[in-house]
């Protein structure tokens, strides 16, 4: 079936009933890899109690394997291959900081004013404290089965045991909103680096990922349920990635439209394949914080 409509969609026979059909399909696959995925988790979970927590074959085969996938031998510097684990700290310390260091230069000011901004109920309402229900439900909105930061607190744990945990929650979530910022480690993060590719060489093919506290993760949950209400009021409807209600595949559809026009109406054609690096590879805070008052959004 799905193959069906990717052909129709392919020949151009695009309408709003094969789209929302399309989406349903998708939604259905993907519901079933979860179960799948939960189901292989389950299994595996029962062996691990069987024979994981012992000093068994099954054990260390399993602790090897993890270290096999995690550890890396070497890097490519200026085309030659450095194995000393001093110089190659060395290089991931001086490409990261170069990466995430705020810029000497001055930025471009925005001497603008943009078409679409918050209204006043809108601002109120991203800038009122949050209920006990709303912290509540942003935690529950939370998967079970992440993994852990510092504080080796998961949100299986928070739940089972939230009758006693919910006043020390919400006074920390209220502190922040109040002072604006978290208490001292409610911050604080494991950063462990991802290879992109499976035969990685250079410094930049890896990437970083953190691995934060859960009290961290609720106060994000609860300051992005907000901001996806007014962000289809504020991105234009030109982006169609990243916004509620929108696909991102909706990009590919709008230019196969415009081959097949080009095409039957003979029109000479010349398309920019543009490879922009991922949105938060590089972020100027300050100018984020010029774009967010150009959208109404008050200093808090």
Known sequence: ?????????????M????????????????ALKNIDSLELAQKAKIKWSIEGEENSKYFHGIINKQRNNLAFRGILVDGAWIEDPKVMKNEFLTHFKDRFNSPCSSHFILDMDFPNKLSIEQKNDLERSFTKEEIKRAMWDCGLNKSPGPDGFTFGFYQRYWSLLEPDVVDAVNHFFTHGFCPKGGNSSFIALILKTQDVKPVKDFRLISLIGSLYKIIAKLLANPLVIVLGDLVSEVQSAFIENRQIFYGHFILNELIQWCKAKKKQTMIFNVDFEKAFDYVRWDFLDDVLKKFGFCAR
């Open 1 to 13: 079936m799905l193959a069906e409509i990717d052909s129709s969609l392919d020949k151009s026979d």
């Open 15 to 30: 309408s709003s009933e094969t789209l929302e059909e399309r989406m349903n399909i998708m939604h259905k696959l993907t």
